[in-house]
């Protein structure tokens, strides 16, 4: 944005410009109005409502960000700040909304006469506009990673209030930008900061342990499954970590079927339910023996326990993923755990009771 006001001579007193903390943020909707995760945004329509707060006021703004064409496809635009309270914002205009080559453009400017050098707006959060696309894979995805915000302070930035400048000629001007510094750029850069896909959801966590017997039964909590993903439409989510335990961020409501597969495991589906909060799964039980990945634990995979039986951490022939109990040792304790499936067929039906 390229303004030639060159001789401002306000009433106002200076303005706020560094002693505020402005915040861009995002929310969405799909084509029903219900509220969507924007972490995770699956094939269709949505309107995308960005919303500026932590300002009471301001005398130009401007967005510039980036977006993936293959993925994103940018249908139109509504409810913008310049057109939707013309009483409460007197001498605001519109830079204008920009689509093109893959790029978004929008911004506002408050027109300058002997009584405003800024335009009020709600702290707590104003709309700025809303932008109709549409996400066009299969696959869920994070608006935050195929929309990108320019971080230069030409094109992402907001003054504070005319007042604050002897003379707007200048190349650059002070302002709130998403870095402190930039490479040419002169003037001092105040931190603003934005999250175009803030976390909506809930936390779910689980645990999953070494399945001792065919009937369901779970070993105990030494024999946690370390490294075990988990997969909802495809895409890992969480991984088990030395305690057996998995944390998925943040789910939005819904139902979700969600695979836990082990890389010396038999894969099994789980069914997850988000409500209004927080969710813990409990424990599930795994198959850990599964050394060649298939239905059967037959003669290939004993080749591979054989080979690490009674062997300890310290000997170079030590296979951690037979080393059910984590304890350094591949003995007797672990072997218990292999010879429970031993021949057996493996399906669905072995963790109806884990």
């Known amino acids: 944005m390229i303004l030639t006001l060159t001789s401002i001579t306000p009433l106002a007193a200076q303005g706020t410009l560094g002693t505020e903390q402005p915040h861009l943020s995002c929310t969405f909707t799909d084509s029903e109005g ?37 993925v994103l496809t940018v249908n139109g635009h509504s409810d913008l700040l310049s057109d939707r309270l013309p009483d409460q914002l007197r001498g605001l205009g519109a830079a204008g909304v920009l689509v093109q080559n893959g790029t978004i453009n929008f ?7 002997q009584t405003a050098t800024t335009t009020a707006i709600d702290a707590a959060g104003q709309l700025l506009l809303k932008l109709q696309v549409t996400v066009t894979t299969d696959a869920p995805v994070d608006f935050a990673k195929i929309v ?8 992402t930035f907001i003054e504070a209030d005319y007042a604050d400048y002897a003379d707007y000629g200048t190349a650059d001007q002070d302002c709130y930008a998403l870095v402190t510094a930039f490479d040419g750029y002169t003037a001092t850069l105040y931190p603003m900061t934005a999250d175009l896909s803030p976390a909506t959801g809930h936390a779910v966590t689980g645990k999953v342990l070494a399945l001792a017997n065919t009937s369901g039964k779970v070993a105990g909590s030494a024999f946690t499954v370390i490294g075990c993903d988990v997969l909802i439409n495809g895409e890992v989510v969480a991984t088990t970590g030395a305690d057996g335990v998995f944390t998925i961020p943040s789910l939005a409501a819904g139902t ?50 054989k080979r690490a039986t009674g062997k300890s951490s310290s000997d170079d022939a030590y296979n951690a993923a037979c080393d059910f109990n984590h304890d350094g040792n591949i003995d007797a304790t672990d072997y218990s755990i292999y010879k429970a499936f031993t021949g057996k067929n493996l399906n669905n039906d072995i963790y109806a009771n884990a």
Request: some cysteine.
């Open 107 to 113: 911004g506002f400017i408050t027109r300058v006469d």
């Open 256 to 305: 979700y079927t969600a695979t836990l597969s082990y890389a010396y495991g038999y894969d099994r589906d789980i069914k997850i339910m988000v409500a209004d909060g927080d969710v813990d799964l409990g424990t599930y039980g795994m198959v850990v023996c599964n050394f060649k990945k298939d239905a059967t634990i037959d003669a290939s995979d004993y080749s591979a326990y």
């Open 34 to 70: 219900r509220a969507v995760d924007g972490n995770a945004l699956s094939a269709g329509d949505y309107t995308v409502s960005f919303t500026l707060s932590g300002m009471q006021s301001f005398a130009v703004m401007q967005y510039t960000m980036s977006y993936d064409a293959a």
């Open 148 to 155: 990108t915000l320019d971080t230069d302070p030409n094109q």
